[in-house]
């Protein structure tokens, strides 16, 4: 797939965007674009490199290296020292997803897409719709915190939401691969800062609001309206999602959009309700009824409470897409979700649970699932930390969270980077009422938790699932727990 630099020129323009040209001859009108890149080291040739101006750097300072690879044309902010063709826009980040969504052949035209946001389930909800919709015999990519996948390939997430250009490019992928659904995590500063621009969904989905990235929302409504941007810029005519009726924001969502959205929860109103369920350590059973659909009686190998909701969340979502006999095998297939309650046992009789919870809800909704599947006479001991630079009020109320379920605490790092580990962990243990430890260092502290228990004994580490890397300061240091502590087991 290709077009040539007038095609991408028309575009925007007719978009209303003002563009101004910088050309060499005529013949520069006709330069065939295949791919659009903004960062220049993934330039090859046919590429429109987009100089991207961030917060860190300016993508027309590398206007000369992507030369070199092989780009073609520019989409820049200001006229460069440059023999390629140049279309010059105000902010290039204005244009750059539909622009590639040009250059790739609208790609989200050719998907079912499923959109997941909210603060709390993204990624749990992303993996059972994904399993749902294959179940149906369809070929689904995913798009989110931990994978991404063409349908083919399969590989680590950079993160949540890529730059609109990588979108793009990774749905053509998927639809050249033969996939006819695309399920993505849609996080809020991907919506806000419009990396999703050029993707449309058919299926908008929202999970429930609590505080988090305030530091960059700075207030909930905020927050809200950035995820609110899901529903009224980035979906199809027709399209039909999913809300939580038990969230206040998702309820707000429900009463604007009306019947375009089916509502689920707990609570009386909802369109789609779970009427009975029983969790064990070995699963969940649930029953949920759905207005205008059939009663379905499902099993789930996901524990907990948080996953009876995120199991409704991606069922009520699948409700009119796919057969009744594809969502009960999905709910039954889905896999072990990494950093995600990620069970371990260990040889000695205890076990480990592994959990991305970086939020006092999280934590609390974590370890409360716990203490009620274990019972009151199981030692639980909790490991975790805080993000540097991020919404310092949720450190005490962390502390607080633990201290109602764990018996023991153990404050460590998480993703310190510009702070200073120490401080963060005193700040977390103002808020603790029970027995504490600080070890800063994160491997040691999982170290000491895993040596400390005996037959029965729990240990819950969360705060950074399945990430692989340590941040402190300029430094990534290589560490995941779930690793760390089956690497302990496999020495003992």
Request: aromatic letters at 6%; one cysteine or more.
């Amino acid at each position: 797939m290709s077009v040539n630099f007038e095609e991408v020129l028309r575009f925007i323009r007719a978009k209303g965007g003002n563009a101004e040209v910088s050309v060499k001859s005529q013949d520069d009108f006709n330069v065939k674009i295949s791919d659009v890149i903004s960062d220049s080291r993934d330039v090859t040739e046919g590429t429109l490199f987009a100089c991207i101006t961030g917060e860190n750097s300016d993508g027309h300072k590398f206007v000369s290296m992507a030369e070199k690879n092989g780009a073609c044309a520019l989409l820049c902010e200001h006229k460069v020292d440059s023999s390629l063709p140049q279309i010059i826009v105000e902010r290039v980040r204005d244009h750059l997803g539909e622009v590639s969504s040009l250059v790739y052949g609208n790609p989200s035209e050719k998907l079912l897409m499923v959109g997941v946001t909210g603060t709390n389930g993204k990624t749990t909800t992303t993996y059972i719709t994904r399993s749902i919709l294959q179940s149906a015999g369809i070929r689904t990519g995913l798009l989110g915190t931990i994978i991404e996948s063409d349908g083919v390939t399969d590989k680590e997430a950079d993160r949540t939401t890529p730059e609109s250009c990588i979108v793009q490019r990774q749905l053509a992928h998927m639809a050249g691969n033969g996939c006819g659904a695309c399920v993505m995590e849609t996080s809020s500063h991907g919506l806000f800062l419009g990396r999703l621009k050029g993707a449309r969904f058919d299926v908008p989905v929202f999970t429930n609001l609590y505080p988090e990235h305030l530091d960059f929302h700075k207030d909930m409504e905020n927050y809200f309206a950035a995820k609110k941007l899901l529903f009224t810029n980035y979906t199809k005519q027709n399209f039909r999602g999913a809300v939580n009726f038990d969230d206040p924001y998702g309820k707000r969502l429900a009463d604007e959009f009306g019947e375009r959205l089916l509502s689920f929860g707990l609570t009386e109103g909802a369109d789609s309700r779970v009427v009975d369920s029983k969790t064990s350590i070995d699963g969940t059973d649930l029953t949920i009824e759905t207005k205008g659909y059939n009663a379905l009686t499902l099993h789930s190998p996901l524990v907990g409470g948080f996953n009876i909701m995120n199991t409704l969340c991606a069922v009520t979502a699948m409700r009119g897409r796919v057969d009744d006999e594809a969502i009960v095998k999905g709910v039954a297939n889905v896999p072990q979700v990494p950093g995600r309650l990620e069970r371990i046992d260990l040889n000695n009789g205890a076990c480990v649970f592994v959990d991305f919870a970086h939020t006092p809800s999280a934590l609390r909704s974590v370890l409360s699932v716990i203490r009620k599947l274990s019972g009151d006479g199981r030692r639980i001991v909790s490991v975790f930390g805080h993000g540097g630079g991020r919404y310092q009020q949720n450190r005490p109320e962390l502390g607080k969270a633990a201290s109602e379920f764990a018996n023991e605490i153990i404050i460590t790092s998480d993703n310190a980077r510009d702070e200073d580990p120490a401080e963060i962990a005193k700040s977390i243990a103002s808020g603790v009422s029970i027995p504490y430890r600080i070890i800063t260092d994160r491997p040691e502290a999982v170290r000491t938790g895993l040596e400390s228990l005996k037959n029965g004994d729990i240990l819950v580490i969360t705060g950074k699932g399945p990430e692989r890397f340590i941040t402190i300061k300029d430094r990534k240091i290589p560490f995941n727990d779930a690793e760390a502590v089956k690497s302990w087991r496999d020495s003992h």
